[in-house]
């Protein structure tokens, strides 16, 4: 697992000159895209003063707004923009609580959805004088009122070498599945299954559970059965305790599955004993 970044909530004035460089660019590319279609209608020879002004208000009053959606589309579905990379900025939906297998920091880019909501509560925020922008101002987290349609944060990455005074807490989103593992193939009732926040192990006609920001170690003895030691019990009174069962089937996707789950809720990797 790589090491994640350090982050601190954008500034106000950080974002503006952000957005400023990204106007920028988009002016300059809706300027160029005017001049050529102005330039390739004298090129081929019209001469129609009523067919050149409804070229110019077509491109002025259609592709550009159309252009500027889709621009803003993109970078907030990827979490940066020119303006934001060169302001050390970016743009990230709620932390995942799970590493990832790339090894990159667990913060979720905004994705196509995200991205579609930031842009629309965008272009919303720009009618009533800005203020949706502005709001950023008296925000605990400097969130406009786009980022909270979109559920999305505007944070600065310390970059290498440097560190930042505070990082922003980003909600989690819980495990993405329950998965159950059978002790074997006779009892359907008996069962180890890792749910969103806690194993649950159920043998011999009782239930009982270990969370996971509890599991401080796993071990496994011959193969043939599992051991969870726990700093906490289950009501959290600061208590060890050892939670015993079979071994599971499938074994190495069981223990695989609970380290990722451990690891995101401890924020360290669960000693394993074999």
């Known amino acids: 697992m790589g090491t994640a970044p ?23 590319i809706s300027f160029v895209a005017l001049v050529i279609a102005v330039a390739v209608e004298d090129a081929l020879g019209y001469e129609d003063v009523d067919g050149e002004a409804g070229a110019i208000f077509t491109i002025v009053f259609i592709a550009v707004p159309a252009y500027w959606f889709i621009y803003h589309w993109v970078c907030n579905a990827l979490g940066v923009s020119p303006g934001k990379r060169l302001m050390s900025l970016r743009i990230v939906g709620p932390a995942v609580a799970w590493p990832r297998s790339d090894g990159l920091p667990p913060h979720s880019r905004p994705g196509a959805v995200r991205g579609l909501l930031r842009s629309i509560g965008h272009a919303l925020g720009i009618v ?11 925000d605990p987290e400097n969130r406009a009122l786009h980022d909270k349609l979109a559920g999305t944060w505007v944070v600065r990455v310390a970059r290498e070498g440097r560190s930042l005074p505070e990082q922003v807490k980003l909600p989690l989103i819980r495990a993405p599945r329950r998965l159950r593992f059978r002790y074997g193939a006779g009892n359907e009732e008996e069962y180890v299954e890792l749910q969103r926040d806690a194993v649950l192990i159920v043998s011999a006609g009782n239930r009982t559970e270990a ?6 170690q796993l071990v496994v003895a011959n193969g043939s059965s599992i051991s969870l ?38 924020g360290q990797p669960l000693s394993v004993v074999r």
């Open 229 to 266: 030691h726990c700093e906490e019990g289950p009501s959290g009174k600061g208590v060890e305790s050892t939670r015993s069962f079979p071994a599971p089937q499938d074994l190495e996707l069981f223990i695989s599955e609970l380290e990722l789950r451990v690891q995101a809720a401890r």
């Open 6 to 28: 350090r982050w601190e909530p954008a500034s106000f004035l950080r974002r503006t000159v952000a957005y400023i460089v990204d106007s920028v660019c988009l002016s300059v």
């Open 128 to 138: 009533p004088l800005g203020v949706g922008f502005w709001w950023a101002l008296w």
């Open 211 to 216: 969370l996971y920001d509890g599991i401080a």
